[in-house]
């Protein structure tokens, strides 16, 4: 006798049920009110139209169900019949989702076989308690030198990547896809451009990167539910490979996209706005979707989530909430990026908090003896510029002016090239100790 699942179980049960329907009976900006349906706070519902459209329940109340759509509304009107679909969002997950395009309802998009197969699970996942989970004590290597070497990121770490618009932001993010130690990369590119996403699949990614990595897209024109579902899809995925045992590297591309996608749903809710225009709702979102990364008994997920802030300003209120909840930060400096430095990362201003608990005391030394050369550097410029510096008035100045092409050099990397952890403590110790 076979054994149904719990889902399956359940879906059963409601194929069995009578058909009962709603109507809709209001459309206002990005949500609608049904009336006549039973259904809970995060069910999906289907609206019939020209084109069925999902919603998912956002509210319940005197009047009604409160939805928000999760698809175009492009031709629904008030009176349209509404059906429940049995529950919340599901997706499906397993092995064979690595190489796969999909959306942001986790549905694929690139053309390959369906996902029917696999087993299907809900996108609403509790992280793990805190006592739990392991204590993070192993160096993740990414590939990239200045980040592996100075800003050091453990195995289970969520770091988050601070720049304005067109710094660098993506470029490093396939650097790391392409060169991490991790088993599995889950990518999540959220309100990007549509022409930036194949740009990223053929050029960034490449096929050798995609190949061990599962791309969640939900482009700026999709609507605000789905790219902020985008976001809890990939959560979602990366849990199911931690479960799974795998050591998983999750990036999302923006965080600050998704919470102005729960920005404008919670404004259109009734919200009152709050920070330059925030809602309460996405300062409570924020950690319900971060602390869902990291270490757990059977694996770990390492979140690197970009964090587009405005004006270069670091102090964006969504910037300053990542920085509070993240375990890290690394920052991309607009100066570097237009002088030519790729990958742009200001190594003074990024930081790990987990640098002590995954690097040796020698490391450590070796790190911080490069960090002062270039904090040295960074106060004399201007002096070297005029020429009003005089030699011998600070030995770190000194031995950073001398080795400062070596010390470029090593910050440099092409974005295809990628270079082993242990080269990279290998090739500091070198330069630090010349």
Known sequence: MTTLTPYVRHRALRAA??????????????HLLVTGLPAAVGDLV????PTPALAEVAASGPRGLVCLPLTSTSGLQAGALVRHTGGPLHIHVGDALRGRVLDGLGRPVDGG?????????PV???????????????????????????VPCGRGQRIGIMAGSGVGKSSLLSMVARGTDAEVSVIALVGERGREVREFLDNDLGPEGLARSVVVVATSDAPPVERLRAAFVATRIAESFRDAGRHVVLMMDSLTRVAMAQREIGLSAGEPPATRGYPPSVFGLLPRLLERAGTSAHGSITGLYTVLVEGDDLQDPIGDTARSI????VVLSRRLATSGHFPSIDVLESISRTT????????????????????????VRELVE????????????DRALDLMPDIDAFLRQPMDESTPLAETWSRLHELVAA
Do not use: K, W
């Open 386 to 397: 005029i020429g009003a510096y005089v030699s011998g008035a600070d030995h770190d100045a």
């Open 46 to 49: 289907e609206i019939e139209g």
């Open 326 to 329: 993240l375990d890290g930060h």
């Open 124 to 150: 609403e996942h509790s992280a793990p308690p805190a006592l739990s989970r392991p204590r993070i004590d192993h160096q993740l290597g990414l590939g990239v030198r200045a980040l592996d070497a100075l």
């Open 356 to 379: 002590s608990a995954v690097t040796g005391p020698g490391q450590r030394a070796d790190a911080t003896a490069l960090r002062r050369m270039l904090a040295a550097h960074r106060d």
């Open 113 to 121: 076989p369906s996902l029917d197969h696999l087993p299907a699970v």
């Open 17 to 30: 049920a009578p058909l009962r329907l709603g109507r809709v009976v209001e459309l206002v900006g990005l």
